[in-house]
Nanobody
Framework: EVQLQASGGGLVQAGGSLRLSCVAS????????IGWFRQAPGKEREGVACLDTSDNGAYYGDSVKGRFGIFSDNAKNTVYLRMSNLRPEDTAVYYCATNCRVVADRSRTSIATRPSTSWGRGTLVTVSS
């Protein structure tokens, strides 16, 4: 079974940065996809970023593109989400998840789940204005 443990959330002022970490036990790096989702109060779950560990391809939701970066340290079984230029609307619980997928059309990029997605507990990020 896959076990995901996310950490690194906290309180940060607008314009600041945070780095989230997710240790993924039971997930085989170099073969699958792993990423981050978030859910803000009163809003639907949103895909943030997805990393294809087979080729290191990184994909982002439109709302965070250019501000967030996803990367991994395969030796540590860890995936990271580096967040910069944070905004109050980034406030959410952030979840690490396996088997993310990318849905793209001419105008939008979205990160979605699969039936096989496994979830971590999440870590809270609060951005103050």
């Amino acid at each position: 079974e896959v076990q995901l443990q996310a950490s690194g959330g906290g309180l940060v002022q607008a314009g600041g940065s945070l780095r989230l970490s997710c240790v993924a036990s039971g997930f085989i790096f170099d073969t699958g996809a792993i990423g981050w989702f978030r859910q803000a109060p009163g809003k639907e779950r949103e895909g943030v970023a997805c990393l294809d560990t087979s080729d290191n391809g990184a994909y982002y939701g439109d709302s965070v593109k250019g501000r967030f970066g996803i990367f991994s340290d395969n030796a540590k079984n860890t995936v990271y989400l580096r967040m910069s230029n944070l905004r109050p609307e980034d406030t959410a619980v952030y979840y690490c998840a396996t088997n993310c997928r990318v849905v793209a059309d001419r105008s939008r990029t979205s990160i979605a789940t699969r039936p096989s997605t496994s979830w971590g507990r999440g870590t809270l990020v609060t951005v103050s204005s």
